[in-house]
């Protein structure tokens, strides 16, 4: 059968995987970040809710004889069901599903699918795919010369994740526990991108060092990960963005220096213990100040999240946030309107909280007045002006750089509030 995969954008790591699922089975696969496809069944990925809104997926996911859509969206099916018009959902891990479903359509005898049947939305229960090692990849021509934050690749691995941060999919999606694949499995696949002209791979998903996690962290699996990733690729083209910061010390940071582009991202989210308990992310400031500290002790650069505008945010939870960064004076600072996605528990509480008290729908009165924002959206802007400010050499803001960060947080907010839109259409559905 001909197969049409679109990963609208960029390539995500599944699309590759269930491209080189489908070609193994005698299919005849394309995979393209364009929205056309001339397959007898076409897979549509799509990792963010806000895809779900776009006219142009919706006109093209219409324009489809046979269309299924996989990726994080399918946690909450009844919502894509109810805004594209396909023919299915994968709701979990697509590995032992997709090919059932392309070859012989949705039915109840497969896990981890959503579809319509008399009306009603008939569901089945998704299955963890273990072990986690798969066949090679479909790689495209052009993955060389995608650059998604410096990589022209973001690999997979390991699944789950041991957190169980409210706002995060990554526990609901992929489950507490940590399942790894095998490092020769690793290896082959990037000796075979290289081959195909890749160059800067990252290593995607929660926490980087959770790679090989047993019964506790395995810094040696890890390690030679790292060690065995960077003789292929070389250190400079490798890096491994997400870690938490209870799951470093020293030797993951030493390797992660030695190794890779000698950075990591922490999800620091907020400089207020209240809001870290809230969001249930496990940590402290004083948790997260030590890990930056031991990360620039070890020559590692550390670029730091932070979420604002979660219910329940003060002005003065707010403030802890902005001295956190004075005093972490971090290399990079990401900052975000908190984003109910549909199946998290946040999502729940978001529906729940009093609209008159959450801050993306609260006029901004401070000195950003003239800019017409929400209050989520002024913290998100002024947020991202501070982290200029606080780093070891403070950089000038420009008048670019001011518009695009302005930009950045209307958009931040009006997509949010898009969300909240829908979370209150399927409210039954969300959590
Ligand atoms: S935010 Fe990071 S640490 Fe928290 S649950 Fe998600 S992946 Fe895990």
Redesign the pocket.
């Given at each position: 059968m001909k197969v049409t995969i679109v990963s609208p954008k960029i390539y995500t790591y599944g699309p590759l995987i269930l491209g080189g699922i489908l070609k193994e089975r005698g299919h005849t696969v394309t995979i393209t970040r364009d929205l056309r496809s001339d397959g007898e069944a076409t897979l549509l990925s799509l990792f963010s809710t806000s895809q779900l809104l776009d006219p142009e997926i919706r006109k093209f996911a219409k324009s489809c004889p046979q269309i299924y859509v996989g990726g994080p969206v399918g946690l909450v099916p009844e919502i894509v069901l109810g805004e594209l018009e396909v023919d299915a959902v994968v709701m979990g891990e697509g590995e032992e599903v997709v090919a059932r479903v392309v070859e012989k359509g949705p039915s109840a005898e497969i896990p981890g699918v959503a579809f319509h049947q008399e009306g009603k939305v008939v569901k089945t229960k998704p299955e963890p795919v273990e072990p986690l090692d798969h066949v090679m990849p479909l790689i495209p021509e052009d993955l060389k010369s995608q650059n998604v934050r410096g990589a022209n690749v973001y690999i997979e691995t390991h699944r789950g994740?041991?957190?169980?941060?409210t706002?995060?999919q990554?526990?609901r999606f992929f489950g507490r526990s940590i399942r790894s694949r095998s490092l020769e499995n690793i290896l082959d696949e990037v000796r075979e991108m290289k081959r195909m002209g890749v160059s800067r791979v990252a290593v995607s998903?929660?926490?980087g060092s959770l790679f090989g996690y047993g019964k506790e962290v395995n810094k040696e699996a890890f390690i030679t990960l790292l060690r065995s990733l960077a003789e292929i690729l070389g250190p400079r083209n490798l890096s491994v963005p997400?870690m938490?910061v209870d799951f470093v010390d020293e030797e993951i940071l030493e390797a992660v220096r030695r190794y890779t582009i000698g950075w990591v991202f922490f999800?620091i989210e907020s400089g207020s213990e209240k809001m870290l308990k809230k969001m249930k992310?496990g940590t402290t400031p004083e948790k997260n100040l030590e890990a930056v500290e031991l990360a620039h002790s070890c020559g590692v650069k550390v670029g730091g999240s932070f979420i604002v505008g979660y219910p329940g945010e003060s002005e003065e939870d707010y403030q802890a946030t902005l001295d956190f960064m004075d005093e972490a004076m971090l290399e990079d600072v990401f900052s975000s309107v908190a984003e109910p996605i549909p199946g998290t528990p946040l999502a729940r509480l978001a529906l729940d909280y009093p609209k008159g008290e959450n801050l993306l729908y609260q006029d901004h009165l401070g000195d950003y007045r003239a800019l017409k924002l929400s209050e989520a959206e002024a913290r998100c802007f002024n947020l991202m002006l501070h982290g200029q400010n606080c780093k070891l050499i403070p950089k000038i803001v420009d008048d670019r750089m001011y518009s695009a960060f302005l930009e950045e947080a209307r958009t931040q907010g009006r997509d949010v509030r898009r969300v909240m839109d829908l979370l209150e259409k399927y409210k039954d559905h969300v959590a």
């Open positions: 994740c041991l957190g169980g941060c706002f995060c990554v526990p998903g929660g926490t997400d938490r999800g992310k």
